[in-house]
């Protein structure tokens, strides 16, 4: 008989063992119950809570496994292994001890944390704990008014690009942006570094790691190896560079196959050149990335399926390793200071152009499990579970993203280090972060092993340490943070972002007074201030794509309806005719609809208001289509023109006039 997440077991949820497993899946942030889509409660079958438990260690496969385990939590120390403070609010604390500040000097505590300790990482000695005191800013500064572009950059093309966007596009789109169309941000799809088996994972959100940057984005012509190569070199080169027309889907493995081999010919150039490079020995991050990076040119792109003496990354047969591939390794840590080299530069375009704002890059919600975070730390991830989503209206069966979700616990113990380095790299290139998913900061849908996405429940994180390291972080770095918040959110978490000052997500398509008749859109001028606000997002139709119900013809074809399509056109034109009424209420019936769309979000009171060059330019087609795999050509479409027809466009600047008027770069 087929369990189910949400079938009713109130009977045995009320049993003297039942209630001890609640007591001990609450104690380790595990939900024995949650509210659904639908805002009813579904109580969660008690094997998956044993399931999960299980994968933090905790024994509740028996009664009195769960009773030794509850006597445990009784010599648990007092305080957990994190501390997060707000700057101005004091923190009561069941310990006396001594903080020791990040910048030097101590404070002596009883009882209470003060809020006047300063921004930064503190440690707190009780004599019989150490704990990390994380001080986090009470609120992020105001984001300026402004405008932008959100770009898939592998979607963008030039006449020095190979076959898809590159850095170098990505500068000049930001000084042509900003200077020609008065654009005051950019944000671009997550840009970490894949893992690298064949095919290449097209997902951007998927990376083989957070903390390094991708080198399939590399320009080879603006490597200084390049420009120091001899002509015969140059010319070898330049002939590696894939054909393609607008009109082809992306061939990432093509395009890498053609760069790796450039970049493997102007690599002994590098290595004896004056130039400095960065070194793995000195900096312990970046060599782990460039070591499984070679390991992984020699084993394949999962670790798991490596031998097993190669599974451990601090493990004697990794060091033998490491020192016979001495070559490869410094060859990885070479490609990631060329990354590094070419993400400032863009980034300083975009400061030299003016931009109000800059670059916002994303970060994805998780690693692959194969790839080199998920080897490097496989003490804090939670390795055999996949992070999804329940079941909705939407996704009857729920969603698994099939990514490794952190433990809370090792979070903790670590002083949330692992997130603040995600963080800090992610920063390190760019002006503002967008957090995908930002609910998993509060809590996460896990699937243990060998169960459907359906059959999760949530585990809850310290949102309070989440934010503090993401918020200091990125006050840090002078950065915005977005949070996406779109889908099924607690309340909690859009109504902390805006009190901290985080930006939220809102599109147009979504924002609707959803119980009044008729569900009427919510008029832009009285959405919430703390938002992104867009037309609509990678997950979604364009502009040009919705007006002609694109989506569902595709997924009518593609057998993905799961109800008749006649049913779900009424629906799509129902909802046209709602945005067709926001429109005449805002005096732009008669206007070309892409225009109208942009000039109806441009005066919204949200700070930043978006769009894509894929709906400027009428594109049909959306970047990705959730649900689907290789059934449609997820991440590989390219935009119909290149960079210098992009801004020569009239339809583009038709569609961004009412953006530069309602936001001008200088009001």
């Avoid at 405008?147 to 170098?168: E, I, K, N, T, V």
């Avoid at 490079?277 to 070591?291: G, I, N």
């Avoid at 979504?510 to 009427?520: C, I, K, S, T, V």
Wanted: glycine letters at 6%; proline letters at 8%; aromatic letters at 6%.
């Amino acid at each position: 008989m087929r369990r189910l997440a949400g079938t009713t077991m109130l009977e045995s949820m009320t049993s003297p063992s039942s209630a001890a497993l609640r007591r001990l899946a609450e104690a380790h942030g595990v939900a024995t119950s949650y509210e659904g889509s639908d805002r009813l409660p579904v109580v969660v079958d008690p094997v998956i809570v044993v399931a999960v438990l299980a994968q933090l260690g905790v024994d509740a496969s028996s009664d009195a496994s769960i009773e030794h385990e509850l006597a445990r939590l009784d010599d648990d120390p007092p305080l957990p292994g994190t501390i997060a403070v707000t700057r101005g609010t004091d923190r009561p604390v069941e310990a006396t001890g001594t903080v020791h500040l990040e910048e030097g000097g101590s404070v002596d505590v009883d009882g209470v944390l003060p809020g006047d300790l300063p921004l930064g990482y503190h440690r707190l000695e009780t004599g019989s704990q150490s704990v990390t005191v994380v001080v986090a800013p009470e609120r992020m500064p105001d984001v300026p008014r402004t405008w932008g572009w959100m770009l898939q950059l592998y979607s963008l093309h030039s006449p020095g690009s190979w076959g898809m966007g590159d850095y170098a596009d990505l500068a000049e789109t930001a000084r042509r942006s900003a200077t020609e169309q008065d654009a005051g941000v950019l944000l671009v799809n997550p840009l970490h570094a894949f893992v690298p088996s064949r095919p290449l994972q097209r997902s951007p959100y998927s990376p083989a790691t957070r903390r390094f940057a991708n080198p399939l984005y590399l320009r080879v012509t603006d490597v200084p190896a390049f420009a120091e190569a001899d002509d015969e070199t140059r010319r070898v080169v330049l002939d590696l560079a894939p054909s393609f027309t607008a009109d082809e889907l992306i061939d990432f493995d093509a395009v890498w196959d053609a760069k790796h081999a450039a970049l493997e010919l102007l690599w002994p150039l590098a290595r004896a050149s004056a130039a400095p490079m960065s070194d793995p020995v000195t900096d312990p991050d970046l060599s782990a990335f460039a070591t499984w990076s070679a390991l992984a040119e020699k084993h394949g792109g999962d670790w798991r399926q490596w031998p097993a003496e190669l599974h451990d990354p601090a493990g004697p047969a990794v060091a033998a390793a490491a020192d016979d591939l001495a070559d490869r390794i410094a060859f990885h840590a070479w490609l990631q200071e060329l990354c590094r080299q070419q993400l400032d530069a863009a980034r300083e375009a975009s400061h030299a152009a003016g931009m109000a704002v800059g670059i916002i890059h994303d970060l994805p919600v998780g690693v692959d499990p194969g790839g080199a975070d998920a080897w490097a730390m496989r003490d804090i991830f939670a390795g055999e579970v996949r992070v999804g989503c329940p079941a909705d209206a939407f996704n009857a069966l729920g969603q698994d993203w099939g990514l490794p979700p952190w433990r809370p616990d090792a979070l903790a113990a670590t002083g949330y280090a692992p997130f603040r380095d995600v963080v800090r790299s992610v920063l390190r290139h760019g002006d503002g972060i967008r957090v995908d998913h930002v609910a998993g900061l509060w809590r996460l849908w896990w699937i243990p092993p060998g169960e459907p996405a359906h059959r999760g429940t949530y585990v809850h994180y310290d949102a309070e340490a989440m934010l503090a390291v993401l918020t200091l972080e990125a006050t840090r770095a002078g950065a915005v943070v977005v949070g996406e918040d779109l889908g099924t959110v607690e309340d909690v978490v859009t109504d902390t972002m805006h009190e901290r000052g985080l930006l939220s997500s809102a599109v147009l398509w979504f924002e609707r007074d959803w119980d009044a008749p008729g569900q009427p859109h919510v008029p832009p001028r009285e959405w919430e201030p703390e938002t992104m606000a867009t037309i609509s997002t990678h997950d979604l139709p364009t502009v040009a794509g919705w007006l002609a119900d694109e989506r569902v013809r595709v997924q009518d074809e593609l057998n993905l309806l799961d109800e008749p399509v006649e049913t779900v056109l009424a629906r799509t034109a129902a909802d046209r005719e709602a945005l067709d009424a926001l429109l005449a209420a805002e005096g732009l019936a008669d206007v070309d609809p892409l225009v109208g769309l942009h000039a109806v979000i441009a005066p919204s009171a949200s700070r930043l208001v978006l769009s894509s060059p894929a709906d400027a330019l009428g594109q049909l087609a959306q970047p990705n289509l959730p649900g689907t795999v290789d059934e449609y050509p997820n991440w590989r479409i390219r935009l119909p023109v290149d960079l210098d027809a992009f801004f020569a466009d009239e339809r583009v600047r038709a569609a961004v006039a009412p953006l530069r008027e309602a936001r001008p770069a200088h009001p």
